[in-house]
């Protein structure tokens, strides 16, 4: 077999790619789709933003960040298409039922069973799509997979708006819930695994084969915790900016969706294919870009973010929001793919598993709760901005996200594992 054939995706590689893409659209739909909605929910459930920050974030968090390493595990050594049309069905059933809930205690517990659902999704997508893809299109296709962040963002800030506006919060949900579930047997019978390579060096999927690999390399801990901190960030103001609007612009709810719309569009498409596409350029003569790039987009991020919810002219604020929301994922292409490059193929949907669990753990469970505390804390002194300020409060932990990757780039070299 020659090295041009063996370069080369197999034809059914882009089907089955757009196919993950839109699942993962309707992952990330179907989790933020309560940010858009906030006003309505903390008024109508009587909600503190505490309470909220808790539903948003360490709901969803917990389940979906634990149950991701056994679900990659089980995905590994069975059918990773499989696990993924499953979980489809399970969180988009539990997005349905949250338009039901009719207290804190009941959103909470539907909550934690779309991230129960949603922690089966993301971990077996990027392993079957690193099966799929040969290394130098692998950052690429990955960065076309995360596209499903800002695409899922846009769409469900803009139909959550429109379907609340035109009945209310409740429909949101139960629309959204019942078109994945159209999806699942789709994926089921369109998405199919492809034979493994056996590395008889590895432990197989096991997680105590898996695991010991990364975690002896201080690489993954590097990365781990540097995304972990832009996520905090990241999630908690992907929470609680439409709320920021809301209070601080004097924004309707059509406005918002109108608004954010736009901005996870055209910016978070942007930044995630650019971070993809420049990792697989520079990264084909120095590895070490994979991280380098990544660390450079959250300097710039800090900075933007600030400025952007700190003015009062919408004018200046929508272009400072766009630049942020682009580079503040950039780094979901380039560092997926170096995950999948710290352990043999076998292993590598548990090693995402266990990236992500430490991702979500600390970025999802901490960042929307944190924003929703501070903004409690501060309504004393700052009264109806109090929000506004919490959620520029976060933007620190981007430079602290730089720092760490930057330390991540000295030692990728070393820790990267070839395909074979």
């Given at each position: 077999m020659s090295e041009q054939h063996v370069a080369r995706p197999s034809p059914r590689a882009n089907v089955v790619l757009a196919l993950l893409l839109l699942a993962y659209i309707f992952n990330f739909l179907d989790r933020t789709i309560l940010n858009i909605l906030a006003g309505s929910i903390i008024e109508d459930l009587k909600l503190t933003d505490t309470e909220f920050g808790a539903i948003?974030?360490?709901?969803?968090?917990?389940?979906?960040?634990?149950?991701?390493?056994?679900?990659?595990?089980?995905?590994?050594?069975?059918?990773?298409?499989?696990?993924?049309?499953?979980?489809?069905?399970?969180?988009?059933?539990f997005t349905a039922l949250c338009g039901t809930a009719?207290?804190?205690?009941?959103?909470?517990?539907?909550?934690?069973?779309?991230?129960?659902?949603?922690?089966?999704?993301?971990?077996?997508s990027y392993a079957l799509i690193a099966d799929y893809f040969p290394p130098h299109r692998r950052a690429r296709a990955l960065a076309i997979f995360s596209l499903g962040i800002p695409l899922g963002l846009a769409a469900g800030t803009l139909i959550g708006a429109y379907l609340a506006s035109w009945i209310n919060w409740r429909a949101a949900f139960i629309f959204m819930g019942v078109a994945g579930l159209l999806l699942a047997p789709v994926m089921l019978v369109l998405v199919r695994d492809l034979p493994r390579k056996v590395d008889a060096g590895a432990s197989g999927s096991s997680l105590l084969g898996a695991f010991p690999i990364i975690a002896r390399k201080p690489t993954f801990w590097l990365m781990a915790a540097a995304a972990s901190c832009s996520s905090?960030?990241?999630?908690?103001?992907?929470?609680?900016?439409?709320?920021?609007?809301?209070?601080?612009?004097?924004?309707?709810?059509?406005?918002?969706?109108h608004f954010l719309a736009s901005i996870f569009l055209i910016g978070g498409t942007a930044g995630v294919?650019?971070?993809?596409?420049?990792?697989?350029?520079?990264?084909?003569?120095?590895?070490?870009?994979y991280a380098r790039l990544p660390a450079i987009a959250w300097l710039i991020t800090a900075p933007t973010f600030a400025l952007g919810l700190l003015t009062t002219n919408l004018w200046i604020a929508?272009?400072?929001?766009?630049?942020?929301?682009?580079?503040?994922?950039?780094?979901?292409?380039?560092?997926?793919?170096?995950?999948?490059?710290?352990?043999?193929?076998?292993?590598?949907?548990?090693?995402?598993?266990?990236?992500?669990?430490?991702?979500?753990?600390?970025?999802?469970?901490?960042?929307?709760?944190?924003?929703?505390?501070?903004?409690?804390?501060?309504?004393?002194?700052?009264?109806?901005?109090?929000?506004?300020?919490?959620?520029?409060?976060?933007?620190?932990?981007?430079?602290?996200?730089?720092?760490?990757?930057?330390?991540?780039?000295?030692?990728?070299?070393?820790?990267?594992?070839?395909?074979?």
């Amino acid at each position: 077999m020659s090295e041009q054939h063996v370069a080369r995706p197999s034809p059914r590689a882009n089907v089955v790619l757009a196919l993950l893409l839109l699942a993962y659209i309707f992952n990330f739909l179907d989790r933020t789709i309560l940010n858009i909605l906030a006003g309505s929910i903390i008024e109508d459930l009587k909600l503190t933003d505490t309470e909220f920050g808790a539903i948003t974030g360490l709901a969803f968090a917990v389940l979906y960040s634990v149950m991701g390493v056994p679900l990659a595990m089980l995905a590994d050594r069975t059918s990773r298409s499989r696990v993924i049309a499953a979980s489809l069905a399970v969180w988009s059933g539990f997005t349905a039922l949250c338009g039901t809930a009719t207290s804190f205690g009941q959103l909470f517990l539907f909550r934690l069973g779309v991230g129960v659902g949603e922690a089966g999704g993301v971990a077996p997508s990027y392993a079957l799509i690193a099966d799929y893809f040969p290394p130098h299109r692998r950052a690429r296709a990955l960065a076309i997979f995360s596209l499903g962040i800002p695409l899922g963002l846009a769409a469900g800030t803009l139909i959550g708006a429109y379907l609340a506006s035109w009945i209310n919060w409740r429909a949101a949900f139960i629309f959204m819930g019942v078109a994945g579930l159209l999806l699942a047997p789709v994926m089921l019978v369109l998405v199919r695994d492809l034979p493994r390579k056996v590395d008889a060096g590895a432990s197989g999927s096991s997680l105590l084969g898996a695991f010991p690999i990364i975690a002896r390399k201080p690489t993954f801990w590097l990365m781990a915790a540097a995304a972990s901190c832009s996520s905090l960030a990241g999630y908690g103001l992907a929470a609680w900016t439409p709320s920021v609007l809301e209070r601080s612009f004097g924004f309707t709810l059509l406005e918002r969706g109108h608004f954010l719309a736009s901005i996870f569009l055209i910016g978070g498409t942007a930044g995630v294919f650019a971070g993809g596409w420049l990792a697989d350029r520079l990264g084909q003569g120095d590895r070490r870009w994979y991280a380098r790039l990544p660390a450079i987009a959250w300097l710039i991020t800090a900075p933007t973010f600030a400025l952007g919810l700190l003015t009062t002219n919408l004018w200046i604020a929508w272009p400072l929001l766009l630049i942020p929301n682009a580079l503040n994922i950039l780094w979901l292409g380039p560092v997926t793919t170096a995950v999948q490059h710290l352990v043999p193929q076998a292993s590598r949907a548990t090693a995402s598993a266990s990236f992500l669990l430490i991702n979500n753990l600390i970025g999802l469970g901490i960042g929307p709760m944190l924003i929703g505390a501070l903004s409690d804390l501060f309504k004393e002194r700052f009264g109806i901005e109090a929000l506004r300020y919490a959620a520029v409060s976060v933007v620190g932990f981007y430079l602290v996200a730089a720092f760490l990757m930057m330390l991540a780039v000295k030692r990728l070299r070393k820790d990267w594992v070839d395909d074979v």
